[in-house]
């Protein structure tokens, strides 16, 4: 069964076809690919503009990549949130018009259950349930899945995503984005240890915390350029509250810390807090839930040291640790195709009244 | 901007929980149509605040998170609720493109935050939130804009 994904929720459009829901027969993604060069050209990260000049191209790739007709297709799964309401009204228009005009059964995915059937594209692959931690720029959640369809959210975020932590730090730092590659970078060289920031644990709860961490890092940056104010008068000091930069400035958050051994410290002692947290709290989801199976997806699953950890903390307790290759944790149409082959299977048929929405939990 | 006027209701808030509460009130006071500005850098408090003004639409708290990434989160409560946040946009036009207008005004009401990235272009009748963190824990929170004499005691 040839499944057509397509994904529009953020800043890549991507298309894949899969088979049966664990063979890729390909899987494209605008920014990894030299179609935008043909196409696009450079373009604002938020425009949907830039979605609508991709998505021909990119899904045509796609089919022409695997040697499938449009006739061949079972069907088309469409991510239709959560996401950005504009980027996920492209793929949604898209598939539904495709759909109407060949008469291919559309069904349509939540971007999270995408990410947790990711697993399944690759050996080995867990048998059920399993625990899934989703970490992304936009997610962080902790589900038990007992089957396909079969979920229950253990915790999630409370305010920031693990990801947008990551994000919000290395534009403080004034390091750009996106912020998860560019701190790895720079903790390579640092002490994690050389700064306490705080970890929310939340021991009541499997819910998750990074906004005051991210404060941390802002007010131990304040204290820092003081320091170095009264000793350097070459380096800024802070701007006050509400002056603006310019429309669409940033007031006084964005510090620059020169110092490079103190920039690969903070990056360092950042991740470990983002990292601890992560680890520890699937740690007692493993003993709590009497499940030996975790699977770790998401952008942020990317990161070599979250890898890393969470694979000796599954040595330590037995537990088998799935962490699918970086290209199939961050962002892409073929976990769409992948939870879309099971939606089909189940006869969850979507109508061409399908509309996206922004804010859309699992369950 | 807040700077220089006259500050009609200045509140100090000792704890998220008390930015919650006083979110809490001036949620009760909304309308429909209402739009509500956060000015405020990192870490002063602004998601807090938005969980309260949410928890007095009779939305749960554990529903509102940053709403960085998707800059616009809709909620079917009554009014409708928008959770709008504009930490991640650069130009004007990138406002047309993530649907912000559809937001303003209308019958649902609106907070959004880091309102300064759409200052010069923000509904005259914008209520004014400004949270400026003044100790580890402790902010300062003044109201301001459409009927003043509403902020003087939540």
């Not at chain 2, 001036?26 to 405020?40: F, H, N, S, T």
């Not at chain 2, 009014?79 to 004007?92: A, G, M, Q, T, V």
Request: proline share 5%; with cysteine.
């Amino acid at each position: 069964m040839l499944v057509l994904g397509i994904d529009t929720s953020c800043d890549d459009t991507s298309a894949s076809i899969v088979e049966n829901a664990t063979r890729i027969i390909s899987n494209i993604i605008s920014n990894q690919t030299d179609i935008h060069k043909k196409y696009g050209g450079i373009v604002p990260e938020l425009a949907s503009r830039r979605h609508i000049e991709m998505i021909l191209p990119v899904v045509d790739e796609a089919l022409k990549t695997a040697s499938v007709k449009f006739d061949e297709l079972s069907g088309v799964a469409v991510c239709h949130g959560p996401g950005l309401i504009g980027s996920l009204l492209v793929g949604c228009s898209f598939a539904k018009a495709l759909c109407y005009s060949k008469k291919i059964p559309l069904v349509a995915v939540n971007h999270l259950e995408g990410h947790i059937f990711s697993t399944f594209l690759e050996e080995p692959r867990p048998s059920f349930p399993f625990l899934a931690l989703i970490v992304s720029g936009g997610h962080t959640c902790l589900y038990r899945v007992d089957d396909f369809g079969r979920y229950r959210e253990l915790g999630r975020t409370r305010d920031d995503a693990a990801g947008e932590a990551y994000d919000k730090v290395s534009k403080l730092l004034g390091l750009g984005y996106p912020g998860g590659p560019i701190i790895e970078n720079y903790a390579r060289e640092g002490n994690p240890k050389a700064i306490d920031f705080p970890r929310a644990y939340l021991p009541e709860s499997f819910d998750f915390s990074f906004s005051g961490l991210k404060t941390a890092v802002l007010n131990f940056l304040k204290k820092e350029v003081k320091l170095q104010a009264m000793e350097s008068q070459y380096i800024n000091p802070p701007l006050p509250p509400f002056t603006k930069g310019g429309h669409g400035g940033i007031t006084n958050s964005e510090l620059r810390t020169p110092n490079s051994k103190l920039l690969n410290d903070i990056a360092a002692s950042f991740q470990k807090s983002i990292v601890d947290v992560l680890v520890r709290k699937t740690e007692w989801a493993i003993k709590k839930e009497h499940i030996r199976r975790v699977v770790l997806s998401g952008g942020v699953a990317a990161n070599s040291e979250l890898r890393k950890r969470m694979k000796e903390m599954g040595d330590e307790r037995e537990a088998e640790i799935f962490i699918p290759s970086v290209l199939l944790c961050t962002d892409n149409a073929a976990m769409i195709a992948a939870a879309g082959y099971h939606h089909l299977k189940a006869g969850n048929i979507a109508g061409l009244d399908l509309n996206p929405k922004a804010y859309m939990p699992l369950l | 901007m807040l700077e220089g006027r006259i500050q009609n209701k200045k509140y100090i808030s000792k704890g998220p929980d008390e930015t919650k509460d006083i979110g809490y009130r001036l949620g009760k006071k909304l309308r429909p149509g209402d739009a509500v500005g956060l000015y405020g850098e990192l870490g002063s408090g602004k998601t807090t605040m938005v969980k309260g003004i949410a928890r007095a639409l009779g939305i749960e708290e554990i529903d509102i998170m940053s709403a960085s990434f998707t800059i616009i989160t809709e909620y079917d409560s009554d009014p409708p609720f928008s959770h709008i946040d504009l930490y991640r946009i650069e130009k004007d036009s990138e406002l047309d493109e993530v649907g912000f207008w559809e937001h303003i005004g209308g019958s649902g009401i609106s907070v959004i935050e880091w309102a300064e990235k759409a200052e010069n272009m923000l509904p005259e009748n914008l209520i004014r939130v400004g949270l400026t963190s003044v100790g580890e824990e402790i902010r300062e929170i003044t109201i301001e804009g459409r009927d003043e004499k509403d902020w003087n005691s939540l």
